[in-house]
């Protein structure tokens, strides 16, 4: 009998966390080597309610846990990824600080559905250039007024610009000086090991999308503006960990079609998942912005500047925006289950194990906790 057909009152409002439990129960997951016990199970994906703030600051967040944790799995793809940095060029002189953070625990805990880790290495590199992206030309002290014309030959990096005979060398030359442009197009030529065209096309959009929203937040810098909140959140749906979530098919060894993925109702339930994701991150990455030159942007930030509260009072409230999101994917994704393919379904569980990776991970990555 398949999982719908388990499923009884079809308006009833389904436990999407159990639906995960039971979606990835059920699917094989790609994986190149034995790696150990995953942790998967219904009891693993309940979500816990709201506890007291905890020793880091940040309140109990509706969210579910991780559905796996596999410190052995996650160490290897860490290892392959600070390798791989070295080798691109990216974080020179500070490839301790990207082993420290272990972005490749971040990619086992976010993909459960795969134990192999070349696929977890492949969305891995995707993400630290991506990160890189943010870090070199955004952050660390970066000139605002520089930002377009890094980012327009970043994304030609990942969509090749083709360019007349007489100038292909040259650029190509341009191309390979720039350690973030030489990342972004290795990690997609290993995408494409894995990944179908119309994944690959699908994270070009959502990296495009991305730099636009980088230069909005540039423009910001550029003019000291402080963002309203819905500003500040509906820049959020674009500056946020859509193009990483993007990849669960990819990395789990299936393919959403274009059109579902595509779907108004399955764009929104996705992109205020992301939202909630990046929300995590905003409220993590206070402590490491605080005491940064110029405008501090991140939710608890916006909110207390611009609704006149406290900053205490900016973290709760923030904690509440990104728990409705998450409580709204839970019942829309449910009802998307209900009548999407199986690779919709798949797809759609996927998202919620991204969200509780993401949680597990951010609370205990160095990137953002000093202790």
């Known amino acids: 009998m398949s999982l719908l057909s388990r499923m009884t009152a079809p308006t009833a409002r389904h436990d999407v966390a159990q639906l995960v439990a039971a979606l990835l129960a059920e699917q094989p997951r790609p994986r190149a080597v034995p790696t150990g016990p995953t942790g998967l199970g219904t009891s693993a994906a309940r979500v816990t309610p709201r506890r007291e703030p905890s020793s880091d600051g940040v309140p109990e967040l509706y969210c579910p846990p991780a559905l796996r ?33 272990d972005f490749g625990r971040l990619m086992m805990l976010a993909h459960p559905d795969s ?10 590199k995707c993400a630290l250039a991506e990160w890189a992206t943010d870090d070199y030309y955004c952050d660390d002290g970066a000139d605002p007024e520089q930002l377009g014309s890094h ?59 991305l730099f636009v929203a980088y230069g909005q937040e540039g423009s910001w810098r550029s003019r000291g503006h402080m963002p309203t909140v819905p500003e500040y959140l509906a820049h959020r749906q674009i500056n946020s960990f859509l193009p990483c979530i993007a990849l669960a098919d990819a990395v789990g060894g299936y393919a959403l079609t274009a059109a579902e993925y595509g779907d108004p109702r399955v764009r929104r339930a996705v992109t205020m998942a992301a939202t909630a994701a990046t929300l995590v991150n905003d409220l993590y990455s206070m402590t490491k912005e605080h ?11 916006v909110i207390a500047d611009r609704e006149r509260c406290s900053p205490r009072e900016g973290i709760e409230r923030s904690a509440e925006v990104h728990d409705e999101l998450v409580r709204t994917y839970e019942v829309e994704a449910a009802a998307l289950a209900l ?9 759609l569980a996927g998202v919620w194990a991204w969200l509780g990776g993401n949680r597990a991970w951010h609370s205990g990555s160095p990137r953002y906790n000093s202790a």
């Not at 793809?77 to 002189?93: K, M, P, T």
């Open 69 to 101: 944790d596999d410190p052995a799995l996650g160490r290897e793809v860490n290892d392959r990824l600070v390798d791989w940095a070295g080798e691109v060029g990216i974080y020179e002189g500070r490839l301790d600080h990207v082993r420290a953070a």
């Open 151 to 209: 980012l327009g030959p970043a994304y030609a990096a990942i969509d090749p610009a083709h360019l007349p005979l007489r100038y292909a060398a040259a650029w190509q030359k341009e191309v390979r000086e720039d350690p973030v442009r030489v990342a972004l197009r290795s990690a997609l030529e290993h995408l494409s090991r894995y990944a179908e065209p119309s994944q690959l096309a699908r994270l070009r959009h959502e990296v495009a999308v």
């Open 291 to 301: 005491g940064t030159s110029g405008v501090e942007f991140n939710l608890p930030t």
């Open 115 to 124: 134990d192999d880790p070349d696929r977890l290495l492949a969305a891995g």
């Open 339 to 347: 009548t999407g393919s199986p690779q919709l379904r798949r797809f």
